[in-house]
């Protein structure tokens, strides 16, 4: 998970630069490997799916799976030109993929404004193409929207926005997208600090708390 920075890394490719992936999908585990829930669709009637970029996945993952109402968490690659990438792949830079979690959440017990504070406080979402050490494309802010959830992420980024300014620290580089394909990653990625607890997380946030109103 330790990435180098280099100008390839530091821009995401056009179609015509990127690595050309391949026509077959990385599959998931069938289950969760910390509640086991499924990890395929279909899921229960009446959840929601989020997806976000905030760093390395391991530990972001993690950050989503221990909230109350998540049904279920995975990791994976998304918001660059190349199918089905693999993890060696995106380390390259050229695939132009995020590392991301996909999270499927039950509404009535967690709202969407509620992960997006998790989001939010969980990284240092001004650092551009990086999160502290780990340097690169697929290390980049983001959050990918499903539905109308595009205006609820502006809209808390606005609000994130003012209170890092209260407290002195630099402009937002956050995309905010509709949701792209989401490529499941390879398995040993999946709740890897659950199989791994004293394996690396690169998170760290502002210390900044995302206002309450």
């Avoid at 821009?11 to 599959?27: D, F, K, M, V």
């Avoid at 990438?85 to 499927?104: F, K, S």
């Avoid at 969407?112 to 939010?120: A, G, I, M």
């Amino acid at each position: 998970m330790f990435g180098i920075f280099s100008d390839k890394k530091s821009t995401i490719p056009t179609a015509s630069e990127a690595l050309p992936g391949r026509s077959e999908a990385i599959a998931p585990p069938a289950k969760h490997y910390v509640n086991g829930h499924p990890m395929n669709p279909p899921y229960p009637a009446g959840m929601e799916t989020a997806m976000f970029g905030l760093g390395c996945f391991w530990g972001a993952e993690r950050k989503f799976w221990q909230q109350e109402g998540v049904y279920l968490t995975a990791v994976g690659y998304a918001a660059g030109p190349t199918p089905n990438p693999t993890y060696q792949e995106v380390c390259t830079g050229m695939t132009g993929h995020n590392e991301v979690v996909l999270v499927v959440f039950d509404p009535k017990i967690v709202s969407y404004e509620q992960l997006l504070q998790v989001f939010w406080e969980s990284h240092n979402p001004t650092q551009g193409m990086r999160q502290g050490n780990d340097k690169g494309t697929q290390y980049r802010s983001g959050i990918y929207c499903y539905g109308d959830q595009q205006a609820l992420a502006v809209a808390s980024q606005a609000k994130y926005q003012a209170a890092l300014a209260t407290a002195g620290i630099g402009t937002i580089t956050t995309e905010v997208l509709p949701a792209p394909t989401f490529y499941y990653a390879e398995e040993y990625h999946q709740q890897y600090l659950a199989k791994n607890p004293n394996g690396y997380c690169g998170l760290g946030g502002t210390k900044v708390c995302y206002p309450a109103s």
